[in-house]
């Protein structure tokens, strides 16, 4: 691997040490506040492919970003050309997030689409014509082509016996558990504002930033409105209790956000509300090699012909928009349709 080259400190009138260790800090920052990961053992190339096609263009990061290297052509429509032209850095739905499932499972009952919930899938047969024959809970059914959208290690472990290298590569893309603390307080003010901030693990191992949600949807604040924040817990910090295999209680991430939250951003009083939650391996770790094992599987899957696409936040993006484009590319592909089309 070639060294990755810099803009001189020299000409920045910056000290080289200092240079680094602020590099150092933000890339830190940077990978736990998106993958709640490693920077040392996560890949740049995968995680941050605009970062790497920049510096592969013009041996440097700047100097790549600042000439436009490292930006993949992006679908178009109605409300992408809004979001350019309005400037949006961010969007939410009025109900949450949840609104986004609610509708879809909404356009496709009506359109005739059956939706089977609670019915968890126990394993993959590939029948002798070619088809799939999926095992449910309490039954089963056949597909023509499957789409999946699991996380890649439980679609490992579903595959048949000839699909074993496919299997291989994806039961290798791990994932790290977050626990996500909400908190809402009452006639207390923001010492800033922004998006939120994120916390190297030098500072805190176990805080990986705080989202300040007022700031960006306010009107999301309640009646009487009250200042809400987003504390993000992970990190080595997580990870190690896990592995001891000690409780982890609401009490102990309430408390850890609410000391975070009074050191960080002064918000010593106590919160009016609280939600909890602790969501066990939701983010992909793509560490370094990722690539190679998207390769591995994609070339299995072309050789076989099997059926099956896979889409998701464990091969190309972790973040919502990430997961739609996702999504949207699988669908193309099923149906033998460009993309963007």
Request: glycine share 10%; hydrophobic share 40%; with cysteine.
């Amino acid at each position: 691997m070639r060294p990755c080259t810099v803009l001189p400190s020299a000409a920045l009138d910056l000290n080289p040490g200092l240079v680094l260790k602020v590099a150092s800090l933000a890339m830190d920052s940077l990978c736990r506040g998106v993958f709640a990961g490693n920077s040392r053992e996560l890949s740049i190339r995968s995680c941050f492919p605009s970062l790497f096609q920049a510096e592969q263009t013009h041996r440097s990061v700047l100097l790549g970003l600042l000439l436009g290297a490292g930006r993949s052509p992006q679908p178009d429509s109605a409300l992408i050309r809004q979001a350019r032209a309005e400037r949006w850095s961010q969007w939410s739905l009025r109900g949450g997030l949840e609104m986004l499932p609610q509708a879809l499972n909404t356009h496709l009952t009506s359109r005739g689409v059956t939706v089977l919930k609670g019915q968890p899938v126990c394993g993959l047969s590939l029948q002798a014509e070619g088809r799939w024959k999926v095992f449910l809970g309490d039954g089963s059914l056949e597909a023509d082509h499957v789409i999946s959208a699991v996380p890649a290690s439980v679609l490992s472990g579903l595959l048949p016996a000839q699909a074993a290298p496919l299997a291989r590569a994806l039961c290798a893309i791990t994932a790290v558990s977050v626990a996500v603390v909400n908190l809402q307080y009452q006639g207390a003010r923001l010492p800033v504002q922004g998006f939120g901030h994120l916390v190297p693990s030098s500072e805190d191992p176990g805080i990986l930033g705080i989202v300040y949600d007022s700031v960006a949807f306010p009107e999301q604040d309640g009646s009487p409105p009250g200042l809400r924040v987003t504390v993000m817990l992970g990190g080595s910090w997580l990870q190690t209790l896990e592995a001891r295999g000690s409780v982890l209680s609401q009490e102990l991430f309430q408390q850890r956000a609410q000391q975070a939250a009074a050191t960080q951003l002064g918000l010593k009083e106590p919160p009016s509300h609280c939600l909890v939650h602790l969501h066990k391996n939701c983010i992909p770790q793509y560490t370094l090699g990722h690539w190679q094992k998207l390769e591995a599987a994609t070339r299995f899957l072309a050789s076989q012909r099997l059926p099956l696409t896979l889409a998701g936040a464990s091969y190309e993006g972790v973040a919502v928009n990430d997961c739609i484009e996702s999504g949207r590319q699988a669908a193309a592909q099923a149906l033998g349709s460009e993309p963007n089309s």
